[in-house]
């Protein structure tokens, strides 16, 4: 099986208030409850985590730097319009807030690379 590319919405899924991030680079604006296990899950499996976001890429410097604050796995950070496999986020598969869920939903629809 083909490793996947998922992508990962960094707006509505890694962040819960993003133009905190955006606007100030802050590090106090905590990430989502579990997003670094569920994306360690995916990266072990052998997928390619890129973090999207659909703002302008001038706030892409205070946002790799608030990602690699908070240790959150993932490969590449885009910000503009990509092709992924798998899209996470208010596309695609859906996220509603649980981790376990979400990465049942890519397993079950073969959006998932198992090693």
């Not at 962040?15 to 296990?37: A, L, M, V």
């Not at 319009?81 to 509603?96: H, L, T």
């Amino acid at each position: 099986m083909k490793d996947k590319i998922i992508g990962i919405d960094f707006e509505t899924v890694v962040s819960r208030n993003y133009r905190t991030i955006t606007q100030h680079g802050n590090n106090t604006e905590i990430p989502r409850k579990g997003i670094q296990d569920f994306l360690q899950e995916l990266k072990s499996a052998g997928n390619k985590i890129v973090i999207y976001s659909s703002e302008h890429s001038r706030y892409a410097k205070a946002r790799k730097e608030w990602l690699n604050f908070y240790k959150i796995p993932y490969d590449e950070l885009v910000c503009g319009v990509e092709k992924f496999d798998v899209y996470v986020g208010n596309e695609a598969v859906s996220f509603n807030g649980d981790w376990k869920e979400t990465l049942n939903e890519l397993i079950k629809n073969d959006r998932y690379t198992n090693k």
